[in-house]
């Protein structure tokens, strides 16, 4: 298939391959001095304008200009083919230069110099390509205001002056331009072009020959003096445009306008993402503020419609057509389409929009993770909690068991079943009550007891375990009795377990009740606790051999909730001592 196409072929024979490898590199060589190339375009440019415009060699050096335009100009790249619009434009070109050659077409198409050089050689790379550029662009000026606009107004008759100028002075400047030092360019650099300067020098330029035009007729003026009233009028509101832009004369008005129409690119930007936000605050599920966010997007009136695809599920909003775009931003992939043809610039803005819908909608995913995350991690709690309250129960009735065993007098022992039997039931029964709802906190809790009542039960139930008690009241002292017995039980369980390792450990159990606060303390005579588990005994759970660790923790937490504070006050071998106190008011 290839074979029968002409232009795949690369040249078979070796002096046809030298020949086109010598062109190719002539003209690499050529496009790498595009500033000579460009002062060698206004050469024939020249001694076209000089000329008579119905002379043949008028047309031969306009074609010979075209060719050298076609060169030089910085609107197509030359390493790519030719499209159909750039072959449209030169077979246009040519044909107007042919058959349609006249002052204004002329005058046309060095205004349209004045901005192409304007947009890409007035801020160049250097100082000497910056100098060069302005150097053509007055030759151009000059060109047209003194020369060929003179010959569209005032009948042919041009300034006294503009004769011996165009004749002597330009072309010594353009063959000085052709010597200007300016450089090679990079290989494959291409000089960004400023297409709104462009555009604007071009305005500026029919509007100084359009002003010199009204005051000529106006006026009745000669065309030297109108043009020079024009310039000082389009200097006075150039220079009054520039006091208004520039920031650093304190009068910057004109460059905020211009840079929210920007950033806006004919969308509500600011008032789109204040949406955004409000759904994003309204909305507490991912795929909801998809849908939503997916509808504000299609509401953009150049927006047709909006689809995504999410962990959360797939939809859309809007009915595609063929021009779309698809962006994706972590799990999200949006796929927007839009009833007209977008530029470079409109899709960026589009992009951006879409990252601010993924960033929301992340921030929901992880929203909704976390407090998935917090639900489990108190369900957790709750469950180590009654898991907690369910062994203090069953070591009460161990204790109970163990008395009974113990016990001289069944006398006795019935007495001090029907004094616990009671308490047991009533934390049986708030046991029960969270099981039943695991998660609230508060509920169900018994009734305060006096401190002297809640002393003889817990006293009755350890007495026959060696443990010693000391107590002082001043009056009744009502506590939570529930919550007490889950703190010393707790303590002294824990110390029990020390003297199964230790035998021959004391354990005291103290208790001063009185001025409306009661004091718990349970002290033994055995090792200190290590440093490193003393520091987070109470703030979070601890590595333990003889069960889940959770348990001091756990009381902290609910002497927090009672308001008293548990705490190792002594921590020294032979007195470790335990602390349960009501919180100080600050």
Same mark, same amino acid.
């Not at 972590?330 to 601010?356: C, D, N, Q, W, Y």
């Not at 354990?507 to 718990?520: N, T």
């Given at each position: 298939?290839? !074979? =029968?196409?002409? !232009?795949?072929?690369?040249?078979?024979?070796?002096?046809?391959?030298?020949?086109?490898?010598?062109?190719?590199?002539?003209?690499?060589?050529?496009?790498?001095?595009?500033?000579?190339?460009?002062?060698?375009?206004?050469?024939?440019?020249?001694?076209?304008?000089?000329?008579?415009?119905?002379?043949?060699?008028?047309?031969?050096?306009?074609?010979?200009?075209?060719?050298?335009?076609?060169?030089?100009?910085?609107?197509?790249?030359?390493?790519?083919?030719?499209?159909?619009?750039?072959?449209?434009?030169?077979?246009?070109?040519?044909?107007? #230069?042919?058959?349609?050659?006249?002052?204004?077409?002329?005058?046309?198409?060095?205004? +349209?110099?004045?901005?192409?050089?304007?947009?890409?050689?007035?801020? $160049?790379?250097?100082?000497?390509?910056? *100098? +060069?550029?302005?150097?053509?662009?007055?030759?151009?000026?000059?060109?047209?205001?003194?020369?060929?606009?003179?010959?569209?107004?005032?009948?042919?008759?041009?300034?006294?002056?503009?004769?011996?100028?165009?004749?002597?002075?330009?072309?010594?400047?353009?063959?000085?331009?052709?010597?200007?030092?300016?450089?090679?360019?990079?290989?494959?650099?291409?000089?960004?072009?400023?297409?709104?300067?462009?555009?604007?020098?071009?305005?500026? #330029?029919?509007?100084?020959?359009?002003?010199?035009?009204? +005051?000529?007729?106006?006026?009745? /003026?000669?065309?030297?003096?109108?043009?020079?009233?024009?310039?000082?009028?389009?200097?006075?509101?150039?220079?009054?445009?520039?006091?208004?832009?520039?920031?650093?004369?304190?009068?910057?008005?004109?460059?905020?306008?211009?840079?929210?129409?920007?950033?806006?690119?004919?969308?509500?930007?600011?008032?789109?993402?204040?949406?955004?936000?409000?759904?994003?605050?309204?909305?507490?599920?991912?795929?909801?503020?998809?849908?939503?966010?997916?509808?504000?997007?299609?509401?953009?009136?150049?927006?047709?419609?909006?689809?995504?695809?999410?962990?959360?599920?797939?939809?859309?909003?809007?009915?595609?057509?063929?021009?779309?775009?698809?962006?994706?931003?972590?799990?999200?992939?949006?796929?927007?389409?839009?009833?007209? =043809?977008?530029?470079?610039?409109?899709?960026?803005?589009?992009?951006?929009?879409?990252?601010?819908?993924?960033?929301?909608?992340?921030?929901?995913?992880?929203?909704?993770?976390?407090?998935?995350?917090?639900?489990?991690?108190?369900?957790?709690?709750?469950?180590?909690?009654?898991?907690?309250? /369910?062994?203090?129960?069953?070591?009460?009735?161990?204790?109970?068991?163990?008395?009974?065993?113990?016990?001289?007098?069944?006398?006795? +022992?019935?007495?001090?079943?029907?004094?616990?039997?009671? !308490?047991?039931?009533?934390?049986?029964?708030?046991?029960?009550?969270?099981?039943? &709802?695991?998660?609230?906190?508060?509920?169900?809790?018994?009734?305060?007891?006096?401190?002297?009542?809640?002393?003889?039960?817990?006293?009755?139930?350890?007495?026959?375990?060696?443990?010693?008690?000391?107590?002082?009241?001043?009056?009744?002292?009502?506590?939570?009795?529930?919550?007490? !017995?889950?703190?010393?039980? &707790? *303590?002294?369980? &824990?110390?029990?377990?020390?003297?199964?390792?230790?035998? $021959?450990?004391?354990?005291?159990?103290?208790?001063?009740?009185?001025?409306?606060?009661?004091?718990?303390? #349970?002290?033994?005579?055995?090792?200190?606790?290590?440093?490193?588990?003393?520091?987070?005994?109470?703030?979070?759970?601890?590595?333990?051999?003889?069960?889940?660790?959770?348990?001091?923790?756990?009381?902290?937490?609910?002497?927090?909730?009672?308001?008293?504070?548990?705490?190792?006050?002594? &921590?020294?071998?032979?007195?470790?001592?335990?602390?349960?106190?009501?919180?100080?008011?600050?």
């Amino acid at each position: 298939m290839l !074979d =029968t196409l002409p !232009d795949s072929r690369p040249p078979s024979s070796g002096p046809a391959m030298t020949a086109a490898l010598s062109r190719s590199a002539w003209i690499g060589r050529l496009l790498e001095r595009r500033e000579k190339l460009l002062a060698a375009l206004l050469l024939p440019l020249h001694g076209a304008v000089l000329s008579d415009l119905h002379s043949p060699w008028t047309r031969a050096l306009l074609l010979v200009h075209l060719g050298l335009f076609l060169l030089w100009q910085p609107l197509w790249g030359h390493e790519r083919r030719l499209g159909t619009p750039a072959l449209v434009f030169i077979g246009a070109a040519s044909v107007l #230069v042919l058959f349609w050659l006249n002052w204004w077409l002329v005058a046309a198409w060095l205004a +349209f110099l004045v901005s192409l050089v304007g947009a890409r050689g007035v801020s $160049g790379p250097s100082r000497a390509c910056r *100098l +060069f550029g302005l150097a053509v662009l007055a030759y151009l000026l000059v060109t047209l205001l003194l020369w060929v606009v003179p010959k569209l107004f005032t009948a042919g008759q041009t300034p006294f002056f503009a004769g011996e100028l165009m004749r002597y002075a330009m072309p010594v400047g353009l063959l000085l331009l052709l010597a200007f030092p300016v450089g090679r360019q990079a290989e494959g650099g291409r000089e960004p072009m400023d297409f709104l300067y462009g555009l604007l020098l071009f305005l500026v #330029v029919v509007l100084v020959v359009l002003g010199s035009f009204a +005051f000529m007729t106006l006026s009745k /003026i000669a065309y030297v003096e109108a043009l020079i009233r024009t310039l000082l009028v389009v200097g006075f509101l150039l220079s009054l445009l520039g006091l208004l832009w520039n920031p650093a004369h304190g009068l910057s008005l004109l460059q905020p306008v211009l840079f929210r129409y920007l950033l806006n690119v004919g969308t509500p930007f600011e008032q789109w993402l204040a949406r955004i936000a409000g759904a994003a605050e309204r909305e507490t599920d991912p795929a909801g503020f998809l849908h939503t966010a997916a509808e504000r997007l299609a509401a953009l009136p150049w927006v047709a419609s909006v689809a995504w695809d999410a962990p959360d599920g797939q939809g859309q909003v809007g009915e595609e057509v063929s021009s779309a775009w698809t962006f994706s931003s972590g799990a999200l992939t949006l796929r927007v389409s839009s009833r007209f =043809t977008v530029g470079p610039a409109l899709v960026l803005h589009l992009k951006l929009l879409t990252e601010i819908v993924a960033h929301f909608y992340e921030a929901k995913r992880r929203e909704q993770a976390l407090a998935h995350m917090a639900r489990m991690q108190a369900i957790h709690e709750t469950g180590a909690r009654l898991t907690h309250d /369910i062994k203090n129960l069953l070591q009460s009735l161990y204790a109970l068991a163990s008395a009974s065993q113990q016990a001289g007098d069944a006398e006795g +022992f019935q007495r001090l079943m029907r004094r616990q039997l009671p !308490d047991l039931a009533r934390r049986l029964e708030l046991t029960l009550g969270k099981l039943k &709802n695991p998660l609230a906190q508060g509920e169900g809790e018994t009734p305060p007891v006096t401190a002297r009542a809640w002393w003889e039960a817990l006293e009755s139930r350890y007495e026959s375990r060696g443990v010693r008690f000391r107590a002082s009241f001043a009056g009744d002292v009502p506590i939570p009795g529930a919550f007490f !017995d889950s703190v010393a039980e &707790n *303590l002294l369980e &824990n110390a029990l377990k020390k003297r199964q390792q230790s035998p $021959g450990l004391e354990i005291d159990v103290e208790l001063a009740a009185g001025e409306g606060r009661a004091v718990l303390r #349970v002290t033994d005579t055995g090792e200190p606790v290590p440093a490193r588990v003393a520091g987070a005994l109470f703030d979070k759970p601890v590595a333990s051999e003889t069960g889940l660790g959770v348990g001091l923790y756990q009381v902290s937490r609910e002497a927090a909730r009672h308001g008293y504070i548990l705490r190792l006050k002594e &921590n020294r071998p032979g007195r470790v001592c335990f602390e349960l106190a009501p919180r100080e008011r600050s």
